[in-house]
């Protein structure tokens, strides 16, 4: 489609693939290590669970058949057990691996990030090697701005860009809430950014990018979370 043409067959697709490769020269793709691949295989386990379980509860609070009700309690049931059992699955899988135990207990080291959201950051990153820098790493999380504007008319407010790793804006969207009422570098960004007139969405927006920052220092650095040094990240 990017060559308009109207052919599709393994030769012109390979073709085109060979000349997307020499004009832009992309870094070549390596697969995650296998405690990887699990790790990011629990963390999407869990996350179903969690739908299923509000599904569920949703379900049982407009349900008015008793039998209806009488199932939906014990599956319940059945899927908070199956949540704490992954729960515990993943705390061992990270313990049994020391890489991952360490850079976890780093990330939980920042006020706001907790055990679950520092797994969900290891699973989707994969390696922090894998980026030069913090703010790559908030574009593969879709947390950088994007500009809206055209000639002299068109100047809309710069808004999150979104195009990057949906599970992890997810999995930052809290914790970097919670990080703006206990964390003093997201607190003072808080505070600055609301003087100034910002929104409170726009903010947090700012402080997931932030904390995204201070994720890429302590696993960089290979240093629990420093107030002092944090304060100095953009």
Not at 78 to 99: C, G, M, S, V
Not at 131 to 141: D, G, H, K, P, T
Not at 154 to 164: A, E, T
Request: charged residues 25%; hydrophobic residues 40%.
């Amino acid at each position: 489609m990017s060559e308009m043409t109207r052919t599709k067959t393994d030769k012109v697709d390979a073709g085109l693939i060979a000349r997307f490769c020499m004009a832009l020269k992309p870094k070549p793709w390596h697969p995650p290590a296998e405690h990887i691949e699990r790790l990011q295989a629990l963390m999407r386990r869990l996350e179903a669970l969690g739908q299923m379980l509000q599904q569920e509860k949703n379900r049982l609070d407009v349900s008015t058949c008793q039998s209806v009700k009488e199932s939906l309690d014990a599956h319940i049931v059945f899927l908070q057990a199956d949540l704490a059992t992954t729960r515990q699955t993943i705390h061992e899988h990270i313990n049994q691996h020391p890489e991952l135990k360490r850079q976890r207990d780093l990330l939980v080291s920042i006020p706001g990030i907790a055990e679950q959201t520092a797994a969900a950051i290891l699973s989707e990153i994969g390696s922090i090697d894998a980026f030069e820098s913090a703010r790559q790493l908030a574009a593969f999380c879709g947390l950088t701005p994007r500009e809206h504007a055209s000639g002299t008319s068109v100047r809309g407010r710069p808004r999150l860009s979104r195009v990057g790793n949906s599970r992890l804006r997810k999995a930052l969207f809290l914790p970097a809430v919670s990080a703006c009422h206990y964390n003093p570098v997201l607190q003072a960004l808080w505070k600055r950014l609301l003087e100034r007139g910002k929104s409170k969405m726009s903010v947090v927006g700012a402080a997931m990018r932030k904390l995204v920052h201070l994720v890429f220092g302590v696993l960089i650095r290979q240093m629990p979370f420093d107030a002092e040094y944090g304060k100095t990240i953009a």
